[in-house]
Structure formats: structure tokens, C-alpha cells
């Protein structure tokens, strides 16, 4: 089955620790996203890439960094210079008429 | 800036009530509307895609129009059941561009 696989489900850092999350995708699609959720608000866009090898900051991309080397791979690294990185992370792609498909997420706090 | 607002935030109905979610968006110049559920620590589904041509879009017991000079769109669910217990998510994606911006949610009960 075609979808996006988000991994792991939690994670747990401490402070001062970078982390990466995982965003796998089987759809063929072009674009790739990073959203953070945190409770009683909208999905807030971190970054985007609309090809291999490009990206562009989103509204929060402050503290956070992603690489595209592959069209099915978007990871996320939450480092040390995001003060506030407890929240919930959900990638998502679409093929470029941005109908998007979300993954499961992942949840990471902050010890 | 795009912003969209959903009200109410939170909603409890008997099982079998029909109901109606509102989403307002400012900025009429949209590409497509989109309404999506998300049951609690998970991922987003989507429910109905609306283009900015159209003016609805139905999915069995789903409704959802779009009133674009308003900047309005609503999401009606007929004969509602226990499982469409979640939040549901209004989402526009600008003219022209790759953004999507989010509302806020309605979080919806439904009493068996």
C-alpha cells in the first residue's frame, strides 16, 4: 500500500541534543512538507521541498534543518537552537497539486 | 495573510443530529479547500477536496461547500454516529503557491 511512514512514533530529548525524525514516502510524489502541531492551534509549516535537492523555509523554520537527497526521504532535525521543540511533528507530500497526504506523526518531548 | 478561522472549537451532539462545522478563510484568492479528520496522536485524513471552481463536494454522509466571495466553506455531516468523534481541520492553499494554511480545528463529540 502507497502512504508515508513517519518514524519514530516518540522521542524523547534532552536539552542541548539535536534529533532527527524520519519521513518516508511510496507515492511517487514530488513535494514533501514539515508541519508542527501544537495543542489548540493550526498545523504551522517548518519547511517544504518541491523537488530533490531544494527546499524552502516555511513560518517556523527557525532551530529546525531537512535535506532532500531523495525523492521518497524528507527527515526533519530539531536541534539544539529550537527553545521550544515539544509538540507534535507531522510530515506530509502531495504530487504537486497539493492535495496532501499526511503520515501517523511524531510526537517528541523534551525532558 | 491567509487566515482561517473555525468555529465552533469544540462541538457535542446526541448520536443521529445532523450538524454543520464552519471554516472562514480571509483571502478569497485561493487555490483549492481541503477538510481533513484527525482522530487523537494521529496523522490527518483527507475528507473532501474542493477546487476553487467548484462550489461543493459530497462523500457519502459528508457535505462540504465553498463560498469563495465570502471567504466561507462548511462541512455538513449527515446522521451523525460515535465514530465521527474527532477534530476536524479546514485547510486553503493559496493561489500560486505551495502553502497550505490550517485552521485551528473543531473538536467534535458525538453521544452515543
Known amino acids: 500500500d502507497g502512504g508515508i511512514t513517519q518514524s519514530p512514533k516518540y522521542l524523547f530529548r534532552k536539552e542541548g541534543q539535536n534529533v532527527t525524525l524520519s519521513c518516508e514516502q511510496n507515492l511517487n510524489h514530488d513535494a514533501m512538507y514539515w508541519y508542527r502541531q501544537d495543542p489548540g492551534q493550526g498545523l504551522r509549516l517548518i519547511y517544504y521541498?518541491?523537488?530533490?535537492?531544494?527546499?524552502q523555509k516555511g513560518d517556523i523554520a527557525e532551530g529546525y534543518s531537512v535535506s532532500r537527497e531523495k525523492k521518497e526521504s524528507f527527515p526533519l532535525t530539531v536541534t539544539s537552537a529550537q527553545k521550544n521543540p515539544t509538540a507534535f511533528y507531522l510530515c506530509?507530500?502531495?504530487?504537486?497539486?497539493?492535495?496532501?497526504?499526511f503520515g501517523a506523526g511524531s510526537r517528541l518531548t523534551v525532558l | 495573510k491567509q487566515e482561517v478561522t473555525q468555529i465552533p472549537a469544540a462541538l457535542s451532539v446526541p448520536e443521529g443530529e445532523n450538524l454543520v462545522l464552519n471554516c472562514s478563510f480571509t483571502d478569497s484568492a485561493i487555490y483549492n479547500l481541503q477538510w481533513f479528520r484527525q482522530d487523537p496522536g494521529k496523522g490527518l485524513t483527507s475528507l473532501l477536496l474542493?477546487?476553487?471552481?467548484?462550489r461543493e463536494q459530497t462523500s457519502g454522509r459528508l457535505n462540504a461547500s465553498l463560498d469563495k466571495s465570502s471567504g466561507r466553506s462548511t462541512l455538513y455531516i449527515a446522521a451523525s454516529q460515535p465514530g465521527d468523534s474527532a477534530t476536524y481541520l479546514c485547510?486553503?492553499?493559496?493561489?500560486?503557491?505551495?502553502?497550505?494554511?490550517f485552521g485551528a480545528g473543531t473538536r467534535l463529540f458525538v453521544k452515543a
Open positions: 506530509a507530500s502531495s504530487p504537486g497539486a497539493n492535495v496532501l497526504t
Open positions: 521541498s518541491q523537488i530533490v535537492n531544494d527546499f
Open positions: 485547510a486553503v492553499v493559496d493561489t500560486g503557491g505551495f502553502k497550505t494554511i
Open positions: 474542493i477546487q476553487s471552481s467548484q
